[in-house]
């Protein structure tokens, strides 16, 4: 069955990056599309981009362009995400989650979720 | 962006109630690209429905979606206990994909 499996919780300085990792199983791994979506405390879901697993390609959210980069190894079966310039702010839930590769396709299976902590 | 709304925050049920949770686009959806998630704590997401009325395999028919354009509803017809948790939904039809605040179902 489709499974995904994060990398363990983070605790990271002000201005620190992060890089999180989502392995995928139970599938192929190169005819799926890649998101990720965050949950600060007592927040909504947000959406912060995806990759084309297939090809590489990305789609960033315009709120993370320039700190966010997605990544993916295809003989690990592993995407990654990584935030830079950690604020406060971005303390929260990262979750990885499959799409199908049209832009109009539902969030179908998703990661368990890694917790990053930015403190001082 | 599309901003999602959802009302009321949280709704108070007893199980076997009828509960209609409510989900309004700031914009129209393009082809009823809507999707609503179940979230229990500490758990991910849980897709249930998608194109605002399509059920995944494997969610019970309690749970129904409808609507279309910019008011859409998740309708879920006798609550079962396991059923209290937070619904969210999703527009995917335009990037960014957007989520609404969610609804919780409370006892």
């Known amino acids: 069955q489709v499974q995904f499996g994060q990398s363990g919780a983070e605790v990271k300085n002000l201005g620190a990056s992060v890089k999180v990792s989502c392995k995928a199983s139970?599938?192929?791994?190169?005819?799926?599309?890649m998101h990720w979506v965050r949950q600060a405390p007592g927040q909504r879901l947000e959406w912060m981009g995806w990759?084309?697993?297939?090809?590489?390609?990305?789609k960033y959210s315009q709120k993370f362009q320039g700190r966010v980069t997605i990544t993916r190894d295809t003989s690990a079966t592993t995407a990654y995400m990584e935030l830079s310039s950690l604020r406060y702010e971005d303390t929260a839930v990262y979750y990885c989650?499959?799409?199908?590769?049209?832009?109009?396709?539902?969030?179908?299976?998703w990661g368990q979720g890694t917790l990053v902590t930015v403190s001082s | 962006e599309i901003v999602l709304t959802q009302s009321p925050g949280t709704m108070s049920f007893s199980p076997g109630d009828r509960a209609t949770l409510s989900c309004r686009a700031s914009?129209?959806?393009?082809?009823?690209?809507v999707a609503w998630y179940q979230q229990k704590p500490g758990q991910a997401p849980r897709l249930l429905i998608y194109?605002?009325?399509i059920r995944r395999t494997g969610i019970p028919d309690r749970f129904s979606g409808s609507g279309s354009g910019t008011d859409f509803t998740l309708t879920i017809s006798r609550l079962e206990p396991e059923d209290f948790a937070v619904y969210y939904c999703?527009?995917?039809?335009?990037?960014?994909?957007?989520f609404g605040q969610g609804t919780k179902l409370e006892l």
């Open positions: 999703q527009q995917y039809g335009r990037s960014p994909e957007t």
């Open positions: 989650a499959r799409s199908g590769f049209s832009s109009s396709t539902p969030f179908d299976y």
């Open positions: 914009q129209t959806v393009r082809t009823n690209y």
């Open positions: 139970g599938y192929t791994f190169t005819n799926y599309a």
């Open positions: 194109e605002a009325s």
């Open positions: 990759i084309n697993s297939g090809n590489g390609n990305t």
